[in-house]
């Protein structure tokens, strides 16, 4: 087979059309069914709590196994950050968080699921930081934990 035959460039097209159908059936079915809509925080440090919530909720979407979802339906989940108590003693620091969280439905914005979470962390003493990203990071696993049971 000469590479300058007008088979071969059809042949070639071919594969590369075929190639690209397959690319892109495959990038659509991993496209994600729960997108992340509003986020908002409750209280002091809304900032700095604002960026953490948000890129925790981002990570924890992405793990959710779409996979196994028999429906098509696109869903927004809108978070936010309720409660976050911390207290820092010369023995450990300490901090509580609670996330409530709404799954709706894309297209017609239904109400589909409410879901909330709750973490607490210690820490060393002084590290009252480090203890309210670990809360606030359990509170959004469990806030979570049920959309893949609500999606399916």
Not at 16 to 36: I, M, N
Not at 49 to 58: D, I, K
């Amino acid at each position: 087979m000469r590479t300058g035959s007008p088979w071969f460039k059809t042949w070639l097209i071919a594969i590369v059309l075929a190639s690209l159908c397959v690319t892109s059936g495959a990038a659509s079915r991993s496209a994600a069914r729960v997108r992340l809509g509003e986020v908002s925080v409750k209280g002091a440090n809304q900032q700095r709590h604002m960026r953490e919530l948000r890129r925790t909720l981002q990570k924890e979407l992405r793990k959710i196994d779409r996979g196994k979802a028999s429906s098509r339906e696109r869903y927004i989940l809108s978070a936010k950050l309720v409660k976050m108590y911390s207290q820092d003693s010369s023995t450990k620091a300490t901090s509580t968080a609670v996330v409530s969280a709404t799954l709706r439905r894309a297209g017609g914005g239904d109400l589909f699921a409410m879901l909330r979470g709750r973490g607490r962390a210690e820490d060393a003493p002084g590290e009252v930081k480090s203890a309210q990203s670990l809360a606030l990071q359990a509170a959004v696993r469990g806030a979570l934990r049920g959309v893949p049971k609500a999606i399916r």
